[in-house]
């Protein structure tokens, strides 16, 4: 005979019908009671029962509104970033374009200005376009420079533009000499395993000459293509030896070609090649320091009685 249970289901909905009947009649008791008390009753749950509730949901709110708030500030922060960039950019671009424009201005007629357009294609990185072309003048072979110094060369010419080859190209060499015009040699590129890493090698250098790092290459003038002068870039370190009878140097190169949107093409004037371009690129000779001015020396003056003329 299985065991008496007491069925627990009718106690437990009395139960929570006097629970509902006791919440209804505390409803009805505080709608009636005055304002006052009711208020005072609402300040002491929220300052006792309420009060962990009314905690988290301040925290939540101010949590919210500092996301809001961080969410503001960082997009405030990138665009001073960006403006900044933008401003950095323009500032180095100005500066090279005012420096573009005063070569030009020294140079004279024999110049061409360009803008460099890089094709952006594979196999054409050492390659770049300029929007002049035949009829500005422009041949095959013209060089091209910027304010800091040689560029590259013209490869091909047509009526209005014209595509040419900068110093990381392998065929580019030039005929370079420091400029004391002691030294002779050939400047060749030399590729790196990234377009950062390419840079210029100076051969032919007899193995008793040593150039020091810092010294300044240029253009020698020999054979037909570059004039005499133009910067092409200073002397690294030693870069080789070939069986005790030739150096070869690091050349670091008077232009970034990456960075170069303006250049100028050397066209000749009037038909004639120009030949010589060495003040173009000479160093400014220092202005001597003003002497001094002595002050002359005051006599002393003598006292009356103390042995000399009153």
Request: proline share 8%.
């Given at each position: 005979?299985?065991?008496?249970?007491?069925?627990?289901?009718?106690?437990?909905?009395?139960?929570?019908?006097?629970?509902?009947?006791?919440?209804?009649?505390?409803?009805?008791?505080?709608?009636?009671?005055?304002?006052?008390?009711?208020?005072?009753?609402?300040?002491?749950?929220?300052?006792?029962?309420?009060?962990?509730?009314?905690?988290?949901?301040?925290?939540?709110?101010?949590?919210?509104?500092?996301?809001?708030?961080?969410?503001?500030?960082?997009?405030?922060?990138?665009?001073?970033?960006?403006?900044?960039?933008?401003?950095?950019?323009?500032?180095?671009?100005?500066?090279?374009?005012?420096?573009?424009?005063?070569?030009?201005?020294?140079?004279?007629?024999?110049?061409?200005?360009?803008?460099?357009?890089?094709?952006?294609?594979?196999?054409?990185?050492?390659?770049?376009?300029?929007?002049?072309?035949?009829?500005?003048?422009?041949?095959?072979?013209?060089?091209?420079?910027?304010?800091?110094?040689?560029?590259?060369?013209?490869?091909?010419?047509?009526?209005?533009?014209?595509l040419a080859l900068d110093w990381t190209h392998p065929d580019f060499?030039?005929?370079?000499?420091?400029?004391?015009?002691?030294?002779?040699?050939?400047?060749?590129?030399?590729?790196?395993?990234?377009?950062?890493?390419?840079?210029?090698?100076?051969?032919?250098?007899?193995?008793?000459?040593?150039?020091?790092?810092?010294?300044?290459?240029?253009?020698?003038?020999?054979?037909?293509?570059?004039?005499?002068?133009?910067?092409?870039?200073?002397?690294?370190?030693?870069?080789?030896?070939?069986?005790?009878?030739?150096?070869?140097?690091?050349?670091?190169?008077?232009?970034?070609?990456?960075?170069?949107?303006?250049?100028?093409?050397?066209?000749?004037?009037?038909?004639?090649?120009?030949?010589?371009?060495?003040?173009?690129?000479?160093?400014?000779?220092?202005?001597?320091?003003?002497?001094?001015?002595?002050?002359?020396?005051?006599?002393?003056?003598?006292?009356?009685?103390?042995?000399?003329?009153?």
């Amino acid at each position: 005979m299985p065991p008496y249970e007491v069925d627990g289901s009718e106690a437990r909905s009395r139960r929570g019908l006097v629970l509902s009947s006791a919440w209804v009649l505390a409803s009805i008791l505080l709608m009636v009671l005055p304002v006052p008390v009711q208020q005072g009753i609402s300040a002491a749950l929220r300052g006792t029962l309420l009060a962990p509730f009314l905690w988290t949901q301040e925290s939540l709110n101010r949590t919210r509104i500092r996301a809001v708030e961080i969410e503001a500030l960082q997009a405030r922060f990138d665009s001073t970033v960006a403006l900044l960039a933008a401003q950095s950019t323009l500032g180095a671009e100005n500066a090279h374009l005012r420096a573009l424009l005063e070569l030009r201005e020294r140079a004279g007629p024999a110049f061409v200005s360009a803008s460099a357009i890089r094709p952006g294609t594979r196999g054409s990185e050492s390659m770049f376009l300029l929007d002049v072309g035949s009829e500005d003048g422009v041949a095959v072979n013209d060089p091209v420079v910027a304010a800091e110094g040689l560029v590259g060369l013209i490869r091909e010419v047509g009526p209005r533009n014209s595509l040419a080859l900068d110093w990381t190209h392998p065929d580019f060499a030039v005929s370079t000499m420091t400029l004391d015009a002691e030294t002779f040699g050939i400047v060749e590129a030399r590729g790196g395993t990234f377009r950062e890493e390419d840079r210029l090698i100076l051969s032919g250098i007899p193995f008793y000459t040593t150039l020091e790092p810092g010294e300044v290459l240029v253009t020698s003038g020999q054979g037909a293509v570059y004039p005499r002068g133009i910067r092409v870039g200073t002397i690294l370190s030693l870069a080789e030896t070939e069986a005790g009878w030739r150096r070869g140097y690091w050349v670091t190169p008077a232009v970034r070609v990456g960075s170069v949107t303006h250049v100028l093409v050397i066209t000749g004037e009037e038909g004639r090649p120009v030949s010589e371009l060495t003040h173009l690129w000479a160093e400014p000779e220092p202005e001597p320091e003003p002497e001094p001015e002595v002050e002359p020396e005051l006599e002393p003056e003598l006292e009356p009685g103390s042995g000399g003329t009153p």
